[in-house]
């Protein structure tokens, strides 16, 4: 079945930086699209970013472009959330995702 595992979420400083992943399972993660949400209290889930199955097309979240990078390695079946310059309004569960099938989230805090 399929599974998603994320990772490297915690507490950092504004302007900091973290990497989130995601390794995924039960699928041919090479063929597919994935995606990073994210969830901040009393607010709805957005769209964070996204690659394709070759990492050669990327979109970002205007909040985030410049700030945020996504990557993915296919022989490790992971996908990265590289961020940086963190900001307080950044803080939020993430989430993986491979079309219908979320992860199960990370904490990311961004608090002085």
Known sequence: QVQLAE????LVQPGGSLRLSCTASGFTFSNYA?????QAPGKEREL???????G???LYADSVKG???ISRDNAKNTV???MSSLKPE???VYYCRYREYWGQGTQVTVSS
């Open 34 to 38: 994935m995606g990073w949400y994210r």
């Open 56 to 58: 050669g097309s990327t």
């Open 67 to 69: 700030r945020f990078t």
């Open 48 to 54: 964070v970013a996204s690659i394709n199955w070759s």
């Open 80 to 82: 990265y959330l590289q």
């Open 7 to 10: 990772s490297g979420g915690g």
């Open 90 to 92: 950044d803080t939020a």
